[in-house]
Nanobody, 126 residues
Framework: QVQLVESGGGLVQPGGSLRLSCAASGRPTDRSVRFTSGWFRQAPGKEREFVTAIQWTDAQTNAADSVKGRFTISRDNAQNTMYLQMDNLTPEDTAVYYC????????????????WGQGTQVTVSS
């Protein structure tokens, strides 16, 4: 059973940076399993939306257009941890950020992810 725990949220000024972490215990390490983890976010009154994801076997990634060039996803196999480096943040990035995982490769739809963390708040404000 995969369990995900996020950390690193907080308050940051516009233009600032923040790094989120997601510890993934119980992650399958068999390379035949295309374990993939990613980030979604949900702002007040809005639907939860895909941000970015990474396939752990080969580090393939995909990302929403709104974060390309600003957010970088990475993973550390040895530490079983995924990271989201967020730069040049804007107030529109304010949301609860959720770590999610699946066993079948890259995907962008919420229903495609079977495992979820509890979420961490990111607030961008001056």
């Amino acid at each position: 059973q995969v369990q995900l725990v996020e950390s690193g949220g907080g308050l940051v000024q516009p233009g600032g940076s923040l790094r989120l972490s997601c510890a993934a215990s119980g992650r399958p390490t068999d390379r035949s399993v295309r374990f993939t983890s990613g980030w979604f976010r949900q702002a007040p009154g809005k639907e939860r939306e895909f941000v970015t994801a990474i396939q752990w076997t080969d580090a393939q990634t995909n990302a929403a257009d709104s974060v390309k060039g600003r957010f970088t996803i990475s993973r550390d196999n040895a530490q079983n941890t995924m990271y989201l480096q967020m730069d040049n943040l804007t107030p529109e990035d304010t949301a609860v950020y959720y770590c999610a995982a699946r066993l079948y490769g890259l995907a962008v739809t919420r229903r495609d992810y079977q495992y979820w963390g509890q979420g961490t708040q990111v607030t961008v404000s001056s």
